[in-house]
């Protein structure tokens, strides 16, 4: 059974829809922390998202 602590845990989801005939790069983080602050998870999301775009554009 899943317990109903939602209201505690700090979240952050980004999702990125880039895509075309040619192309599908859409992906998205979602991160949460009972303990981290939101405005600490932001820039461990912005850092995923660079790293994950410069991958994806080198295709690794």
């Known amino acids: 059974m ?9 979240e952050i989801k980004i999702e990125i829809n880039d ?11 979602l991160l949460k922390s009972k ?3 939101v ?3 932001l820039p461990m999301a912005k ?4 790293e994950h775009k410069q991958k994806t554009w080198q295709g690794v």
């Open 39 to 41: 405005d600490d998870l």
């Open 47 to 50: 850092e995923w998202v660079i």
């Open 2 to 10: 899943k317990e109903d602590n939602e209201s505690s845990v700090n």
């Open 19 to 29: 895509s075309s005939s040619s192309h599908n790069n859409n992906f998205a983080i």
């Open 35 to 37: 303990n981290i602050d």
